[in-house]
């Protein structure tokens, strides 16, 4: 009986043992020394659309385990979480969503969430917005310059729901849909390679908080992609210097950032979303323009009908042309290595036609 007990008690202690052993995802305050307890398991990550997908591709590899919320395909405009990727985000370590409005529905997952030790990151924190006013976008309409927004560039589920940021000159505040009303920030601040580049840094940050231990292979990770950022930078600027016009008739008003950090002008079919339908109105206005300036490209994305971009071509005789806001990417580019820097670099060959 001593011995089969000695035995019983035996094979517990070694159980109990393995298992305390086991490294783990941490959790809020589950740190050694100041570092994660961070072992072969990957921390889950979940981004909601393709850019912050691509971002922290990059950036985390092979130490994350990602997934993209906004499906290969699907318009990120009007797509709504499903009741099924609600229930893995309790499971979740990181959330990473674009923000000023850009995912209506942020506000309200995160408020139904249950997990509180996951790590919310809105990427576009602390970054300059433009305002959107119509057709163009100019250097006045910038929050003032070199102001960033002072709060933290991560922060617990639990302190998204509870904590007041100060916001900057032009009134934009975190976490606060009051503040963040659709339309009046431009949202698509991926597509300057700069602004693009902060975003990763956002990022990078994040998953450093989570993932102490890995804090050098993000950093290296990060640096090598914001180079490439640099590149597509010195390459846009370069290119696109030498111009016959300054306006781009795009489907619409994703590009914003772009034009304005290279000197163009952007003139929009329809408005922030491209379910908003332009007035006859505004047709004959951007009909006009295009008369007016030599403008021979029309462009659509893949993504969207081109039916309106077709009835201004066949209207002005111009040629349509394809410009990809990279909000959302098809199954069959991501499946044939497009990224976002390959995607840029196809927008940047569009636009030089255009503009020559």
Avoid at 70 to 75: D, L, S, Y
Avoid at 89 to 112: F, P, R, T
């Amino acid at each position: 009986m001593k011995r089969a007990f000695s035995l019983v008690l035996l094979v517990l202690l070694l159980f109990v043992s393995a298992c305390s052993s086991q490294d783990t995802i941490p959790q809020s305050g589950d740190t050694v020394e100041g570092e994660a307890k961070i072992g072969e398991a990957k921390i889950k990550v979940y981004t909601s659309i393709y850019p912050m997908y691509d971002f922290a591709k990059k950036i985390g590899k092979d130490k994350i385990d990602l997934e993209l919320m906004v499906p290969p395909g699907a318009e990120p405009h009007d797509w709504e979480p499903t009741a099924k990727l609600m229930a893995e985000l309790e499971n979740a370590h990181v959330l990473i969503y674009n923000g000023v409005q850009m995912e209506m529905w942020v506000d309200k997952v995160i408020g139904s969430l249950s997990n509180k030790d996951l790590i919310v990151v809105e990427a576009s924190h602390g970054i300059d917005l433009l305002k959107y006013e119509g057709h163009h976008h100019h250097d006045e309409e910038h929050c003032h310059e070199g102001h960033k927004h002072e709060h933290h560039e991560a922060h617990s589920h639990g302190e998204h729901e509870h904590e007041h940021h100060e916001g900057c000159g032009c009134g934009h505040s975190h976490g606060h849909e009051e503040d963040h009303k659709h339309g009046e920030y431009d949202p698509h601040l991926w597509l300057d390679p700069i602004r693009a580049m902060e975003q990763a840094r956002n990022i990078k940050n994040a998953l450093i908080e989570v993932d102490e231990k890995n804090k050098d292979f993000y950093e290296t990770n990060f640096n090598e992609f914001a180079n490439s950022l640099q590149e597509l930078d010195q390459k846009f600027s370069k290119e696109l210097k030498e111009r016959n016009i300054d306006e781009i008739v795009v489907a619409h008003a994703a590009f914003g950032y772009l034009t304005d950090r290279y000197g163009l002008k952007q003139i929009a079919i329809s408005g922030l979303t491209p379910q908003e339908e332009p007035s006859s109105a505004k047709m004959a206005e951007i009909t006009e323009l295009v008369n007016e300036h030599g403008i021979k490209y029309i462009f659509y994305e893949t993504l969207t009908s081109p039916k309106l971009a077709q009835v201004l071509a066949e209207e002005t005789g111009a040629s349509t042309a394809v410009l990809n806001p990279i909000e959302g990417v098809a199954r069959e580019d991501m499946d044939s290595g497009k990224d976002y820097i390959s995607i840029m670099e196809e927008n940047l060959q569009s636009i030089k036609e255009a503009i020559n």
